[in-house]
């Protein structure tokens, strides 16, 4: 290998002699001025000029099997070993016209000269060009041993208040393992997190549009990243800010200041009530709750109503179908349903007794023995593939996406493929056997020693967690258990984040780092200090779960009104208001059950169980309404899989259904029970708000209700006649009313 | 011209019939004969020392006689209406106040005779059985605490039971369920008085509640998937213990691998326990051997370290048990030599133990069997220690389901010995292995109709290097009926016995024994062949995970209202003797008593040193046949065998043609009353019309009780002709694929040089 880097074949040893003569000839014939022949690098020089034109991206030549037309790079110039080869020895080397430089056919292809699919990316006259052509002239080699490797990138500045409407220039300066730097500001890429609040251009100007916050731009030269991050302050007076409860709000508080985001006050106790209930136990409040809540006057009834409500059995009913399908608990045939429902049950138990997040994880990952006397074995009987294992794993718990770093090192991460088999390690040593039942196995750990071999480069590694040593690993033990001490280490730094934030999102609509499963250097969290304070709060109490989700509810920030007040409508990412957001298909579907005192039968299951409460996937198939509101399929560990935008398809079958209609229809339900009841129809409509919206109607709301269902209706002479008494069909079509309402179908 | 067409139109007709064959093999859905199975009893048991009614139910129960148990302490009576008649399926158990406490066994005896069996439990609390639904929290059934609850799972809902405890009392609330032949899954919670869950189980064990406030609780109880229904009983306790009192779990039976536990003769007098900590090498538990330990895998990845010191060239025996103790576990064992010293000993690997594989290769429950659907192996260990340096070594003992578990009850006994060579049997009705996708795993009682043979499938876990062949043997069978063993060959793992009812045995009923008997360094050794069934007649593996057991003992009978549809038998009982590398031809007599759906039975042969036989055709329609047996290719050796002929037939099975007989019996009197009483009627009615005044009213009285007499008559009448026609609808012919084995043949092979 040594030798074919150096002078990889005699061709190239005759390009070379024939290079040197034209060198030679040129310097001889003309006396161009130009700078000094240096060297130059293929690995520090030619691959970022190809990165920086495009030509190794991954819809381009770096394009999975082949590249393009044949030729082949490496995504973003990470193997650069291999893209030397493609342009130098590959196509029995016509690629490169060492003769006469100019007239290769990558120059030329670059250049437009000869028809190129992408475009004219290297004009003549730039520098890139003029760099691939000295290096061709050179000699064309890998090496010139005399140059050093890339150690790192930094941007200056790091960090910055740049203000709406204002540009900045970025610096990235590359830094050498001989001590050098080289400005690479016009070689770098550069990429915002949140195009609609920054943009960047091609040279590194960043462009801050009216959107307060802050905002990362990524800075990649040759694979090394760095990053700035900007806060784009509002400015707009902060005068008062709602007292700090916790840490939370300090951090919040703080950021909002800094910001100059003033703020919405703290919402009043029934839409409190409303969203802490809808958000720890998926359901709305009973009529009787909100009554109780609304007349106490205990100074501690909102911490006393999240305490009571995470003691419920259906807060462990609402996590678990969280958690359910980002484990995949999914029924691909009829005889999965004892595993789906120990499954299911396994996860809901351990939120309802409050094991903690880092056994929890431990027990799933290290699973053995047979599914119903051990059920988060079933997980390993969704997920049989290791890669699959790694993949999930690492996204679900430590938010992580390795997916990419199986074929290639990680476009925007320091995950390389050996990071990737080292975690594949960790499952190398499953061992199955077979049960009674068909595509079930029991898992055991199988001795020997745990190593998975790099499809690449052949080599077989030892388990590593993300680049950290965990020691050796005997052959007698799990190494799956091993990498759950790291996982639930304090100080990973991984672990506690991604549950932080995957919860913080759950509370608060967007995440402190968006998505919820993409944590790395380049993606930055928006309130830096707040995610270090709840990761610690976390850790130090125990990875306990109840805990987090009290720090978060108790807080003032998850209590702050929906409504905008006349500076933070456009704030989308510093919390200063509740972001109002759809319910859930399983939540909504039982919320309508809830108002119109109706009931859905679910396959299997007794009658009174809610949607919140379903096992599995299989009844998002037998329900058009769950698949209509984007229950997910539990096909992914992607939150993404639940669909929580709008679609005319929802909004159709609230409307007109005929499962809405059959419910508001039911013969127990609240609308024929109000018909046959002797309350006054003030008292029907205070109810029906209560259900609704946990709050008593205004008085303008009531008199509307009352002049609906009293309405004079007229005699057989056309006169109106006196006030009518409510017909079933009356209630019904108010009841529909309610329902269709933005503050029904929403948490707010 | 018609020799010309005979010839296709005979091909035709062959191949229709092996086309038919086939085909009624393929969609037969219809496997084996039907056998008598006793499915439910309710309640499921009872407390010593009482008396009370339990009901049955099950298949193939006509003509319901006798309940037995396997215990003698239990007895049963029919219990009697109030008109002194039998009120079906009922009778009135009494359980003995000596009675041993635990799990012992119901079966029936019916008109096929002996039942399937089913799990029935001894214990000392009062017991009460649900009457009244409890699927709400409003309608909950009350139960006094250290009272045991028999129901049966209401499907797709939950039951509600409540209790009333005080504060810091210790509950444990226990379900059986899988345990005593159960079908449900029970998931079992404990909730505050309002149904909120405060503690819940759903993997079998025990809930261990302190009770927080004095006050009312409520257990709910569901099937796992919220299944349901007559099969999927329960027995719930609820108890209150002392606090540190050691709880034993509800009774449950055995699963088959624990044929294999303990060795004969095992005692608990030199038994140590473990002692942690001893997870690390450095830690290691010291011991010499031979040693006989008990310990547990807890907490969640425990690792139990034994140090000892041993000579190259020694030979120990190590075996493990935990999963035939009944716990969901694993064990594996490594044993390494220890060289140097700590930090930098040496370890080297000497051997790795885990699992005792299945004697025979079992189902691997593809397209249909291809194997038996018994396990007879477990995953304990017995193993083999060959020391090949002299010094210390260490054994570390894990258990492979323990990564994350945290449950002490996971108990293990580990035991270290010299060669004791034995072994262990068990056995089970053989199962039929069809090739038409068919999965059934049906339980078969060992009821035998008159006429019939019937094949034990026997297979041996053998212990510390013995390999020496065992004789099969039993006793106590009924009369008329007698068994062969076809023994276990030298190194071999399967056997066959063969029970054979003659045709004109009597109906009959014992608890028979069992037995292997091998020669074992010269002295004769005699163990109990242990009996497995199915718990439930699965008729598809993949739809119903089939879960056979261990049985409590050896239930046989011959029924003779029905006879087997054909026996096969030499034409003569007696040694039949061939020299060694001749032919032996041996004429067969077919007692046909049905018809078949086909003309032939391909047969083949069981039996060591025969069964190379080559399969072979025997007429289905003829009264005889003859098998010619080739010595030479065989090579069989000399000595005596036992041997036995074995297909599938497709049966036209006509069921319960008595019934039919009975019920033209009953019609036929009914009609002869019916005519009667319709004549006296009739006379009675004219004699009315021209009595006396003085004597009219009564003769009118007489005629009018004589019509009403005619009127029930013909409401008989209609009954009798509607069990006629039921009768008839039943035994009309069904195609139904069983096993038949012929009965066993004795050959004596001679030495050619004796010939000469």
């Not at chain 2, 044993?335 to 299945?358: C, F, M, N, W, Y």
Request: net charge neutral; glycine share 6%; charged share 20%.
């Amino acid at each position: 290998m040594t030798t074919l880097k150096n002078a990889s074949s005699s061709r190239l040893f005759v390009y070379s002699l024939l290079n040197s003569l034209v060198v030679t000839l040129g310097c001889m014939g003309v006396a161009w001025g130009a700078e000094p022949a240096s060297p130059v690098s293929f690995v520090n020089d030619v691959v970022p000029v190809l990165t920086k034109a495009g030509c190794n991206m991954g819809v381009c030549h770096a394009k999975a099997g082949g590249g393009q037309n044949g030729f082949q790079l490496s995504l973003l110039g990470f193997e650069t070993w291999d893209d030397y080869e493609s342009m130098v020895k590959e196509g029995h080397g016509r690629r490169l016209f060492p003769a006469v430089p100019t007239k290769s056919l990558l120059l030329m292809k670059a250049s437009g000269e000869t028809p190129h699919g992408g475009g004219n990316k290297l004009p003549r006259d730039s520098e890139g060009y003029e760099l691939i052509r000295r290096w061709i002239e050179q000699g064309a080699t890998y090496a010139t041993g005399q140059e050093p490797t890339l150690v790192s990138v930094q941007v200056q500045p790091e960090r910055g208040l740049v203000n709406m409407g204002e540009e900045l220039q970025l610096k990235a300066e590359a830094k050498y393992s001989d001590g050098s730097t080289r400005d690479v500001s016009h070689m770098a890429l550069y990429e915002s997190n949140i195009a609609s609040m920054a943009e960047v251009s091609e040279s590194g100007v960043v462009k801050v549009n009216d959107i307060p916050g802050k905002v990362a731009v990524m800075v990649r030269y040759q694979g090394k990243v760095s990053v700035f991050t900007a806060a784009v302050p509002l400015g707009a007076p902060v005068l008062t800010v709602p007292a700090e409860k916790n840490f939370v709000d300090k951090h919040v508080f703080a950021n909002l200041k800094e910001l100059g985001i003033p703020p919405s006050p703290v919402c009043d106790d029934a839409t409190f009530l409303r969203r802490v209930t809808l958000d720890i136990c998926g359901r709305f409040p009973t009529e009787k709750e909100s009554e109780a809540f609304l007349a106490s006057t205990d100074v501690n009834k909102r911490d006393q109503v999240v305490e009571a409500l995470l003691r419920s059995p259906n807060y462990a009913d609402y996590f678990a179908s969280k958690w359910t399908p980002l484990l995949k608990n999914r029924r691909d045939a009829a005889s999965d349903i004892t595993a789906n429902f120990a499954f299911h049950a396994w996860v809901r138990d351990s939120l309802l007794a409050n094991v903690p997040y880092d056994q929890l994880v431990r027990e799933l990952l290290g699973a053995t023995g047979t599914v119903v006397s051990n059920p988060p074995v079933a997980w390993y009987k969704r997920v049989k593939d290791p890669k699959e294992q790694l993949e999930d794993i690492a996204q679900l718990f430590l938010g992580v996406r390795m997916q990419c770093a199986q074929c290639h090192h990680h476009p925007f991460e320091r995950w390389s493929q050996d990071d990737y088999y080292s975690l594949a390690a960790f499952f190398s040593q499953i061992g199955r056997k077979p049960t009674g039942i068909q595509g079930e196995d029991l898992i055991f750990h199988q001795r020997g020693l745990a190593q998975a071999k790099n499809v690449k480069s052949g080599e077989m590694l030892k388990p590593m967690a993300l680049g950290d040593e965990i020691g050796e690993i005997s052959p007698d033990e799990d190494p799956r258990l091993r990498l759950g001490n790291w996982m639930s280490s304090k100080e990973n730094p991984f672990f506690a984040k991604a549950l932080v934030n995957r919860y913080w999102k759950h509370f608060l609509k967007r995440a402190l780092i968006e998505p919820e499963d993409d944590i790395r250097d380049t993606n930055p969290p928006t309130n830096p200090e707040l995610m270090a304070a709840l990761e610690e709060y976390f850790i130090s109490s125990g990875f306990d779960l109840k805990k987090l989700v009290k720090a978060i509810t108790q807080s003032n920030t998850y209590q702050l009104s929906s409504m905008p007040n006349e500076y933070n409508l456009l704030d989308r990412q510093n919390y200063s208001r509740f972001y109002p957001r759809r319910l859930q298909a399983e939540v909504l579907l039982d919320s309508i059950d809830h108002l119109a005192g109706s009931t859905t039968r679910f396959a299997n299951l007794p009658p009174g169980t809610r949607a919140i409460a379903l096992p599995d996937n299989s009844y998002t198939k037998s329900s058009a309404f769950l698949k209509v509101f984007g229950r997910p399929s539990s096909a992914s560990v992607c939150e993404c899989e639940r669909i929580q935008t709008s679609s005319l398809a929802q909004s159709l079958h609230l409307i007109n259904s005929g499962e809405i209609k059959s419910k508001l229809a039911a013969g127990g339900g609240r609308a024929a029970q109000f018909a046959r009841s002797d309350s006054t129809v003030e008292e029907k409509i205070t109810e029906l708000y209560l259900a609704a919206f946990s709050r008593k109607p205004q008085p303008e709301e009531l008199k509307t209700a009352l002049d609906y269902l009293t309405e004079p209706v007229a005699d057989a002479k056309g006169q109106p006649a006196e006030k009518k008494k409510p017909s079933l069909k009356d209630y019904q079509d108010l009841i529909w009313a309610l329902m269709n309402t933005k503050e029904f179908l929403f948490n707010h | 011209m018609m020799r010309q067409l005979r010839q296709p139109l005979a091909f035709v007709a062959g191949f229709c019939l092996v086309t038919c064959l086939i085909s009624s093999t393929a969609v037969a859905q219809l496997v084996c004969l039907p056998a008598p199975r006793l499915l439910t009893t309710m309640p499921m048991g009872g407390q010593v020392g009482t008396s009370f009614d339990v009901t049955i139910t099950g298949d193939h129960l006509e003509n319901a006689e006798e309940l037995s148990f396997s215990n003698s302490g239990i007895t049963a009576t029919k219990k009697l209406g109030k008109d002194g008649q039998p009120v079906p399926n009922t009778y009135v158990v009494t359980i003995a106040k000596d009675c041993p406490q635990g799990i012992h066994e119901a079966r029936i005896m019916t008109r096929l005779g002996v039942s399937s069996t089913r799990a029935f439990n001894v214990g000392l609390f009062p017991e009460i059985t649900r009457t009244r639904p409890n699927t709400t929290l409003e309608n909950a059934l009350k139960l006094d605490l250290n009272t045991l609850c028999n129901a049966v799972m209401t499907a797709q809902n939950i039951d509600f039971y409540t209790f009333e405890a005080t504060k810091g009392q210790r509950i444990v609330v226990d379900c059986a369920a899988k345990g005593i032949d159960s079908k449900l899954n029970p998931v079992v919670i404990i909730a505050d008085e309002q149904g909120m869950d405060l503690l819940v189980e759903r993997r079998g064990g025990m809930l261990d509640f302190q009770v927080p406030e004095t006050g009312k609780y409520v257990i709910k109880l569901h099937g796992l998937t919220y299944e349901g229904g007559p099969h999927h009983f329960y027995r719930l306790a609820v108890r209150s213990v002392t606090k540190d009192e050691l709880v034993p779990r509800l009774p449950a039976i055995q699963m088959v691998s624990a044929f294999s536990w303990p060795p004969a003769g095992l005692t608990d007098q030199s038994i140590r326990p473990e002692t942690e900590p001893n997870n690390q090498h450095a830690q290691a538990q010291k011991i010499t051997l031979p040693c006989d330990i008990t310990g547990n895998f807890f907490p969640a990845a425990d690792v139990d370290t034994f140090e000892f010191t041993a000579q190259k060239g020694e030979v120990w025996w190590v075996e493990v048990a935990s999963e035939r103790l009944g716990r969901p576990t694993d064990p594996s064992i490594v044993v390494q030599h220890i060289s140097g010293q700590a930090p930098d000993e040496k370890r080297t690997d000497v051997v790795e133990l885990s699992d005792i594989a299945s004697p025979v290769k079992i189902s691997s429950n593809g397209y249909s069997y291809d194997g038996p659907p018994y396990n007879a192996g477990s995953s304990d260990i017995i193993g083999k220690l060959e020391i090949k340096q002299d010094g210390v070594h260490r054994l570390q003992l894990r258990d492979l389901f323990g990564g994350t578990r945290n449950d002490p009850q996971n108990i293990y006994r580990l035991i270290i010995r010299k060669a004791e060579p034995d072994f262990a049997l068990v056995g089970w009705a053989l199962h039929m292995n069809l090739r038409n996708g068919d999965r059934n795993a049906l339980s078969k009682p060992v009821a035998l109709r008159a006429g019939a043979t019937m094949p034990i499938e026997v297979v041996v876990v053998r212990r510390d290097g013995f390999d020496g062949e065992i004789d099969l043997f039993m006793e106590n069978l009924p009369d008329g009926v007698t068994a062969a063993g076809l023994k276990i060959p030298k190194g071999k793992t399967r056997g066959i016995m063969l029970i054979s009812a003659e045709a004109n045995a009597a109906r009959g009923l014992t608890s028979a024994a069992f037995f292997g008997q091998a020669t074992i360094d010269g002295k004769v050794v005699t163990r109990p062949c242990r009996m497995a069934s199915m718990q439930w007649p699965v008729k598809n593996a993949w739809s119903e995970v089939p879960s056979p057991r261990l049985l409590a003992d050896v239930p046989v009978s011959v029924s003779n209202s029905e006879l087997a549809p054909i026996t096969i038998s030499p034409v003569e009982n007696k040694v039949w003797e061939v020299t060694a590398g001749e032919k032996l031809s041996i004429p067969l007599v077919h007692a046909r008593r049905s018809e078949f759906s086909g003309a032939n039975i391909t047969l083949k042969t069981f039996g060591t040193g025969f069964e190379g036989v080559p399969a072979f055709d025997a007429p289905l329609t003829a009264d005889a046949s003859k098998v010619d047996l080739d010595l030479a290719a065989l090579k069989t050796q000399p000595g005596d065998y036992k041997i036995s002929f074995y297909g599938y037939a497709v049966i036209k099975y006509q069921e319960n043609l008595e019934a039919v007989a009975a019920a033209k019996t009953a019609l036929m009197q009914a009609q002869q009353e019916a005519d009667a009483l319709a004549a006296e009627s009739t006379k009675l009615a004219a004699s009315a019309k021209t009595a006396p005044d003085a004597q009219r009213a009564s003769a009118e009285t007489a005629a009018k009780e004589a019509a009403e007499k005619v009127k029930a008559a013909q409401a008989a009448l209609t009954t009798a002709d509607k069990q006629l026609k039921k009768a008839t609808a039943t035994a009309a012919p069904k195609d139904i694929v069983d096993i038949i084995v012929s009965t066993p043949i004795t050959i004596r092979v001679n030495p050619a040089e004796k010939a000469n």
